[in-house]
């Protein structure tokens, strides 16, 4: 392959506010005012990332009935359509993600059955995880979204933990990383960075 093959013009594919990726986020957190939100603030910078936080919205356990189909989960899923980057972003809970962000993932069993067209939609959007947490990265945390994502033919972009107290160097370091890789994932190149 030729030098320029790989040479392209970003402006070209920008598609949202200046960037690559076109990314929403996610917030299930008990609180919509905790540590999870503060993260998404810092890692979105001076970016106009779209929010959607789960403690406001009506959407139920997943109903073997369908009884629930008209609670706000499908809207949801149809206003995330537009983006193609899904930032789920959950305080870890008891070694895994928060019971509201699970009652979400749950829901994905509508898109498998009675959503089946809108489910197909989902199909190449990425997904990538904010993990807020106290003390210590659990175990096999990011096995749910990684596995949900290989179900949804979804491209799953890895987990940014962020240590919600960073008291050391160590923590402090830590959460630098985490912060540049999810910010090199979901804003891979600005056009700010390129001369006019
Ligand atoms: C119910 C509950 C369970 C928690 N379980 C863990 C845990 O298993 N591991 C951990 O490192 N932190 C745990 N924490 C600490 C939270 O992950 C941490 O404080 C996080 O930043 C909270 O985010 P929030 O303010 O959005 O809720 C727990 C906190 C709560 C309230």
Redesign the pocket.
């Known amino acids: 392959m030729g030098k320029t093959d790989h040479i392209f013009d970003p402006r070209s594919i920008a598609t949202h506010n200046g960037f690559m990726t076109k990314p929403i986020f996610i917030l299930g ?3 919509s005012f ?4 503060n993260v998404l603030m810092d890692v979105a910078g001076k970016a106009d990332i779209p929010m959607i936080d789960l403690l406001t919205k009506r959407i139920s356990f997943f109903d073997y009935n369908h009884h629930n189909q008209r609670d706000d989960f499908i809207p949801l899923v149809e206003s995330l359509l537009a983006y193609d980057t899904i930032v789920l972003a959950t ?5 895994s993600m928060s019971a509201i962000m699970k009652i979400f993932i749950d829901r994905i069993s509508d898109l498998i059955t009675i959503r089946k067209d809108l489910g197909r939609q989902l199909n190449g959007k990425n997904l990538f995880v904010i993990a ?5 990265v ?1 175990r096999g945390f990011e096995e749910a979204f990684a596995q949900t994502c290989v179900y949804m033919k979804m491209p799953y972009l890895g987990t940014s933990f962020f240590h ?1 107290k960073p008291d050391t160097p160590d923590l402090c370091a830590a959460n630098q990383q985490a912060l540049e890789k999810a910010r090199k994932l979901l804003f891979p190149v600005s056009v700010s960075d390129y001369p006019a």
């Open positions: 957190s008990s609180r905790g540590n999870t939100r305080p870890v809970y008891w070694y807020s947490y106290g003390t210590s659990p919600s």
